[in-house]
């Protein structure tokens, strides 16, 4: 039987999904059946909650587990009146810090997924615009670009791009490695002088006529020998230019992207 | 003076800076310094950090805090070493559900953060790449959509329909309401029959006004008026067909994905 969990939240409750699923990878073998409950920011919210929590509880025969990121002290006893396992992500870390700063955390709901930052969003929106108008090669300039993904075509250079520029206000620009680059000795004029913010993108030969076959069946175009020739030239290119390559094969688009901002020795934050 | 935190993590540090910023913004006032540090995942490397966390210290006269996601106990034994007030996420909840579930947890490294899910990954891919071809009414037929975002020009539909899929791999399309749609008594011709998946977006006239001054300064597409008008005639669209409004001034991307989610009646996982 599966044991169900319940990942509670008075926001979006992305904290807790993201907490939850690390500590629920870590055991293996274990089959959960995982539900999110955003937005239970007042008490009517929280008994529906209860209910809920109660009759996975009769259904299974099993006791829920419920990992909450509610601040607010009244919906949590609200919740434990379930039964069910309660983790709470915050309550551990909060006396710890009170003890060093010296100070009382504020027991505001909703203050501990963040104010709305007017001036980040703009900069996420601002980016988003910036990877759409720089995608495969678009606008030639890159004069403002904060990196530059190159690869051959299908190789998951635009999600990377947007995901940079979703979360972290970015300006990616993404460059096509067609055929005719690939023939040449050297970089495409367009992404000479650019090195320190140009990344390679692979991926296996095999996934790529996959992903391309999709695009244009039975073509040259998605054949594994063109895929691999492609992809051979361009590891050649990124080898011969020191430029780092980042393969999309086996590599979340968050592991990459993480990737490159320490490559690029940037801190920044999540917007 | 600041306080230095460092965000550590075995792998890209998502999940350590996620939790760590909600922690922290729960001490409003105090003035916090936050570095990620991503992949300290050997020994070598935590001891680098050992010493960067030392020298903050020593620069700070601060006692530095570190929000630590690594799994493997060595590591976080070394980075306690360096003394800082350490906070480690996983820990607190390893325990209780070790005895609520009867087994022990895997300490593996880097199983924390989730073994790379290939048809996740093609399912947040796939949604994109439908998401760009969906963006600004682009492609007429809406029959594989799981929502249609609809809205004045600049209203914020696309970076939303992008994120919908990037996250939850959900085929979000968009559709612009043009001022000639806005004259009309009824749901644009294209809409009609798609109720149960479309959403509203909406913003405030200023802010709207704006966002379309960076595209076409001193245009009537950019004055207040016309801003206004479009927007008075959206909502006037939205109220009278039932349609569920969003509004994109005061909301995180992150808000109104969960807010579209919920009312879709999807629990659907991050991917």
């Known amino acids: 039987m599966q044991r169900t969990v319940f990942f509670v939240s008075d926001s979006t409750g992305i904290t807790a999904e993201t907490i939850g699923h690390s500590i629920l990878t870590q055991f293996e073998g274990v089959d959960f059946d995982t539900h999110r409950m955003p937005?239970?920011?007042?008490?009517?919210k929280a008994h529906a909650a209860v209910t809920r929590i109660k009759s996975a509880w009769a259904r299974t025969g099993l006791r829920p587990i419920?990992?909450?990121?509610?601040?607010?002290?009244?919906?949590?006893?609200?919740?434990?009146?379930?039964?069910?396992?309660?983790?709470?992500?915050?309550?551990?870390?909060?006396?710890?810090?009170?003890?060093?700063?010296?100070?009382?955390r504020h027991k505001l709901v909703n203050r501990a997924h963040g104010l709305f930052d007017a001036a980040k969003y703009e900069a996420r929106i601002d980016a988003t615009?910036?990877?759409?108008?720089?995608?495969?090669?678009?606008?030639?300039?890159?004069?403002d670009a904060d990196l530059i993904l190159i690869g051959v075509s299908r190789s998951g250079k635009t999600p990377t791009c947007l995901y940079m520029a979703l979360h972290f206000g970015l300006r990616a620009a993404n460059y096509p490695l067609t055929p005719e680059d690939l023939e040449l000795a050297e970089l495409p004029k367009r992404l000479q002088g650019q090195r320190q913010r140009l990344f390679g993108l692979t991926i296996t030969a095999e996934r790529l006529a996959q992903i391309r076959a999709e695009r244009r069946p039975d073509s040259r175009y998605a054949s594994v020998e063109q895929c691999r020739w492609e992809l051979a030239q361009a590891d050649n290119l990124f080898r011969r230019e020191g430029i780092a390559v980042l393969n999309s094969t086996h590599t979340s688009i968050e592991e990459i992207g993480s990737k490159i901002l320490a490559q690029l020795g940037i801190e920044r934050h999540l917007l």
Chains 1, 2 share one sequence.
């Open 39 to 44: 937005f239970v920011n007042d008490a009517d």
């Open 129 to 143: 615009n910036y990877a759409l108008a720089h995608d495969d090669g678009l606008d030639p300039s890159y004069k």
């Open 66 to 104: 419920v990992i909450n990121t509610a601040v607010d002290a009244t919906l949590s006893e609200i919740l434990g009146g379930s039964g069910a396992l309660m983790l709470d992500v915050f309550a551990p870390f909060i006396g710890p810090l009170e003890h060093e700063l010296g100070v009382r």
